[in-house]
């Protein structure tokens, strides 16, 4: 199994523009999350999945979509690129209980 | 609103020391409590968890322990090595089966040689 896997590992954006960090697991795992990392704010959860084609907000939604067509996809669509957006973006899925984690995209917004 | 805090935020120690990370939550009504690491540059691993119900986990070294009447667990690392250099996140989880995890801002261990 390959686990959690995220791509890009590193992107740079212009202030504006639009991308889509992708995010697939081979666990068939039916929850999937998406958190964000900042410096000395530890991870924050942005959206979750509990199944295919459900999706809810998690603590900082604002500038971020997604959806979730498949079991094994969760990507992330940033709409118009911001400064603040700038982080490393992790991608997640789980049992019930643990959460196991991709290797992260880091995102830099010029 | 939930919150979980780590002490202290880096942590310094000699090779082949005992050391004890902390982790307090300020909601007692838990489902379990997990601790990760996490290499710089790389993603979480996970190394323990423990569920509501449960006073402790241990793995080889690693021992976590869970007081929910108090809010808080520790995370016992016995004799340090330089390869347990890392910061060590801990994390509670409130929503059951959906598993949204509400994570401390980590301790960064230094195990000096």
């Known amino acids: 199994n390959a686990g959690v896997t995220q791509t890009p590992k590193f992107q ?12 697939a697991q081979d666990m068939n795992h039916e929850y999937m999350s998406w958190y964000r ?32 067509s498949t079991t094994e996809d969760f990507p992330l669509r940033l709409l118009s690129a911001a400064p603040s957006q700038t982080s490393v973006y992790f991608c997640a899925s789980s049992t019930q209980e643990t959460q196991y984690f991709g290797p992260g995209t880091r995102l830099l917004v010029l | 609103k939930q919150e979980v805090t780590q002490i202290p935020a880096a942590l310094s120690v ?7 990370l902390n982790c307090s939550f300020t909601d007692s009504a838990i489902y379990n409590l997990q601790w990760f690491r996490q290499d710089p540059g790389k993603g979480l691993t996970s190394l323990l968890l423990i ?14 322990s869970l007081d929910k009447s108090s809010g808080r667990s520790t995370l016992y690392i016995a004799a340090s090595q330089p390869g347990d250099s890392a910061t060590y996140l801990c994390a509670g989880n409130y929503g059951g089966s959906q598993g949204n995890l509400i994570f401390g801002k980590g301790t960064k261990l230094s195990v000096k040689p």
């Open chain 2, 51 to 64: 569920q509501s119900s449960q006073r402790e986990q241990t793995s080889g070294r690693l021992n976590a």
């Open chain 1, 37 to 68: 990392q900042d410096p000395g704010m530890g991870l924050r959860l942005i959206h979750y999945s509990v199944g295919a084609g459900i999706t809810d907000q998690g603590e900082v939604p604002n500038g971020y979509n997604v959806s979730r």
């Open chain 1, 12 to 23: 740079v954006l212009k202030t504006g523009q639009s991308m889509t960090l992708q995010c």
């Open chain 2, 14 to 20: 000699p090779e082949g020391e005992n050391l004890v």
